[in-house]
């Protein structure tokens, strides 16, 4: 007997649903992407007439020589830098919440990579010569330039989570259970990879003997631990805005399992800062200099102090904050600790790291930089790309994985039609419980949910029946044990001393898991038989 | 008209409109002139060149100069002497801060008259003191003041240089008689070298260089003195077109003092070997072991 396969469906269906994933929605979702191309596209203006005139329409000069560019380079290497920390949960100790959610950090660390390689790709004064640096083509001096490290590094963990992400987003729209052989080296090695790609920015500077502020050992620990403040301060404040978009349809431990990392994290990375000023300025050392110039201004002048100040004091005010148990039950405040820390450490160690090095210059002038408007624009605009590729990729990751997909067809209509409720009716169901909904909407959108399943077993069961499956009674306690699931968690809703939050955890996590499982083994099974030619 | 083809419809117009907006907002790339032939875009590195291929583009950077400044000018690409190793030595006993030295550069190297660019730094120092930190580029009253030594800074031309090491590209490297150049026609314009330098040596073309016709020095050199393109690094040579052929650098031409010497390191009957072996030398920044080839000294 030939070997009957159910339909898996292929590349040009999936980018055509991705695309269409990617550009529907609502009036928010085309106002705020309005928004951000109307931001970019200034911002690729001035780029523009950047290259045309030259970096004279920048702020830098030749005692200050990097400025707002590699600034934002370096910050958002730490912002990508810090998907590792749902990476390491999710996969080193298999938390099956954050398995769902990693995601949403591994398309962060893309949307961050890219911003980061276009922040360098702007501070060029020759972007036309970028094939020089190009291995092979171009002369690329590796292993000696740091500069060849990071392209490696960053070009590398960038497709370290392209290929991861991809791969995982393909295997759900197939319907295949992807293949840990395939992606599970590639997570563990993005794990390792993610340190290095910061580490390497920090030696970018601390390995230059002529810029004392800079040449410390100090530099890429510090860089690491600002790097796992911002980045989850930032993937909190996402996580909270899809929950409350509704577009979230998974757990919300995520956000307290990243609150408890930047509990401890914002705390070392003020204790590093702590322990470098002490280091500079008791002994009075040649990098004191800069640090002196940073915090109080030197020789009359004093550009960076208001921003450090204000760096550190929110840095100090939202470490105070994530040491407050009761922030979780805030998330106003929450969100507002987190941007709150992640502006402080844009500061700390974009302007407040890499302008100092140059301040006093190398001969010990006082020249002081300042970001020029076409600087702005352009760091704005290569932002606002950043956050277009963000949003299209979570428009297009989210409703894959956890709604109906056609990989999980089971080759009749009908049924394929049922499940696409279901899915979407659970999911309907986890929002609504998450978002905090009335009883009395709560109690219509279950027992719409309740009434659905009932009613989609049936029909299945019938289906069976009618093909003389043999697989029939199993298959049908199985969905018993799926309805009584359901009952109590009906039951748990209706009780007011019941977790809802644990609720829903139960129903995305142990019931959409079971309904996907289901389809792809059991359902795909019958379906495989009713496709067979009658003996 | 069906919900379907309207919204069909309207993403159409979006991408069309956001296309638009994006061709009008790129629009100013359409007067960029590098100043570059297809044929010198795909050109290879400095060191895999023949010698008739530098002959090439010498000739078509002749060429070019001539069409944008419509002057003649020579430009040559002279190598290394074999067993010659350049030093230069600066006496601060005797610099009396003129700053003629920076003056020179500033022709002799067809630098941007609006910047009034040079490779070299004049540091007014106060006596009894050999601290950077007190030191003033920027004085501008009648020289030598009273109380004050100075100390001219230029590119050490480093052994162990910094920015050589930094170079993604490799647009930057020591040649074998100990000067460290530049390809401006290699250079990316990333900086890092202006970052590694301890010694302020390094400069960008934030903008195309403005130079009057009649001011250019028509005796030039591929990795010298040629009028440099925008956004590439530049630095001092050693006046390396001069050098190489048995002249001195501007920069001592122009010392009323005799301050500078210059010479073959790799010569024991140089003056430089002589005030090596003699005075009291010492290097800027010892500790970073950059190892430069740039020595200052005191008579007494």
Known sequence: MAVIALHRPGLLPFMRQAFSYATDGGPLFYAWMTLLTCVALVGVNAWANQVVSGMQVTGMGDHVSWGLYISNFTFFVGVAAAAVMMVIPAYLYHDHEMHDAVIVGELLAISAIVVCLLSVTVDLGRPDRFWHMMPGIGRFNWPISLLTWDVIVLNGYLGLNVWICGYLLWSRWRGTVPSPRLYLPFVFLSIIWAVSIHTVTAFLYCGLGGRPFWNTALLAPRFLASAFVAGPALIIVVLLVLQRLGSYPFGDKPVRLLLRVVQITALINLFMLAVECFTALYAGSTHAASLRYLLFGAHGHHALVPWMWSAIALNVIAAGLFLWPGLIRRPGLLVTACLMTFVGIWIEKGMGLVIPGFIPSTLHEMVEYVPSLTEWKITLGIVAGGLIIYTLLLKIALPLLSGWTPGLSVGVEAMDAQHRQLFDRLNALVVAIRSGRGTTELDRTMSFLDSYVREHFADEEQLMADAGYPGLEGHRRMHASFTAELESVRAGLASLQADRQELAERLHLSMRDWLLRHIQVEDRSYGVFLKQPAC | ?300
């Open chain 2, 1 to 300: 008209m069906s919900d379907l083809t309207r919204r069909t419809v309207l993403k159409a117009a979006g991408a069309t409109l956001g296309a638009s907006a994006f061709a009008a907002a790129i629009a100013p790339l359409t007067q960029w002139q590098p100043a570059e032939s297809v044929d010198e875009f795909l050109r290879r590195h400095y060191k895999e060149l023949t010698a008739e291929d530098l002959a090439a583009i010498c000739r078509r950077i002749e060429a070019d100069t001539k069409v944008s400044h419509g002057i003649d000018v020579h430009v040559a690409a002279p190598q290394p002497m074999p067993g010659v190793q350049f030093g230069y030595a600066l006496n601060l006993s005797i610099c009396v801060g003129c700053r003629r030295c920076a003056e020179a550069c500033h022709q002799e190297n067809n630098h941007d008259r609006t910047s009034h660019n040079s490779y070299i730094r004049v540091f007014e120092l106060d006596n009894g003191s050999i601290d950077l930190a007190t030191g003033d580029a920027t004085y501008d009253h009648p020289v030598p003041a009273k109380g004050k030594y100075y100390m001219p800074v230029q590119c050490h031309q480093c052994d162990n240089a910094p920015c050589v090491k930094v170079c993604p590209v490799e647009a930057t490297w020591k040649e074998q008689d100990g000067i460290v150049v530049v390809d401006y026609n290699w250079c990316i314009g990333c900086r890092y070298c202006e970052a590694a330098c301890p010694y302020h040596a390094r400069r960008f073309n934030w903008k195309k260089p403005e130079i009057k016709a009649e001011e250019i020095n028509p005796d030039q050199s591929y990795l010298s003195n040629r009028v440099r393109p925008q956004g590439v690094m530049e630095k001092c040579t050693f006046c390396l077109h001069r050098t190489r052929e048995g002249r001195l650098p501007a920069c001592l031409e122009a010392c009323p003092t005799g301050a500078r010497v210059f010479g073959d390191l790799a010569d024991p009957d140089s003056d430089i070997r002589w005030v090596l072996a003699n005075k009291r030398v010492f290097i800027l920044k010892d500790e970073l072991g950059t190892k430069p080839r740039f020595f200052y000294f005191f008579d007494k």
